[in-house]
């Protein structure tokens, strides 16, 4: 149990334009889902944590109208990349969890953007 | 706020060898630790995780970690090491008192299995 999958797990887009990451909880409900940038070789970054039914938490730094988060569901949760530049070109990895104070969080196998 | 070390960058072992990856935090407070590992291009794993109770945790694929207190530490030990165990480690802690579970991450080790 625990499963978490995200979709599409590559993709290549021009500059300038929109990309949605889709991240899904295929066995349980999460009520918090996490995203995360990580660069080549380096550990992960926290962007966001999205509550379902709430607006998303940003960490300091990143770009709200930038990266958009949705919490649709107590199973999906989407990260959009808007207008999108090379730099934004990463590794982009979810997780999800089932309660907010002690569960564990299960992650997503990551999404890889590049950005042309 | 609260901080995860990990002092190796790189580690090698050749296989059946036994490995220990170290992990030290920085917290008031006993947090929530968890060991990750990473595949190349792949997501994160969870190969345990300590809450409280028994400080010697038993994980998947045969690793264990053990909690010290004194020490500040939790590190990932197994016996025998195989091939397969090629990867990225991180460790993690979770604060329990912070009002969620946002978890910070140390900054990985690297470990390569000499055949």
């Known amino acids: 149990g625990a499963v978490v999958s995200q979709h599409p797990s590559w993709v290549i887009c021009k500059s300038g334009t929109s990309v949605k990451i889709e991240c899904r909880s295929l066995?349980?409900?999460?009520?918090?889902m996490f995203w995360y940038r990580q660069f080549p070789k380096q550990s992960l970054m926290l962007m966001a944590t999205s509550n379902e039914g709430s607006k998303a938490t940003y960490e300091q730094g990143v770009e709200k109208d930038k990266f958009l988060i949705n919490h649709a569901s107590l199973t999906l949760s989407t990260l959009t990349v808007t207008s999108a530049h090379p730099e934004d070109s990463s590794f982009y990895i979810c997780s999800a969890s089932r309660d907010r104070v002690t569960d564990t969080q299960y992650f997503g196998p990551g999404t890889r953007l590049t950005v042309l | 706020a609260q901080s995860v070390t990990q002092p190796d960058i790189h580690i090698t072992v050749s296989e059946g060898a036994s490995l220990e990856l170290r992990c030290n935090y920085s917290y008031g407070a006993t947090p929530y630790l968890f060991w990750y590992v990473q595949s190349p291009g792949q997501g994160l794993q969870l190969l345990l995780k300590y809450f409280s109770g028994d400080t010697l945790v038993q994980g998947i694929k045969g690793f264990e970690a053990e909690f010290k207190r004194s020490q500040s530490s939790f590190n990932l030990r197994k016996p025998s090491v195989h091939w397969s165990d090629a990867a990225e480690y991180f460790c993690a802690v979770h604060d329990p008192t912070g009002g969620g579970n946002k978890l910070t991450f140390g900054t990985g080790t690297q470990l390569k299995v000499e055949l």
């Open positions: 066995d349980f409900q999460a009520t918090t």
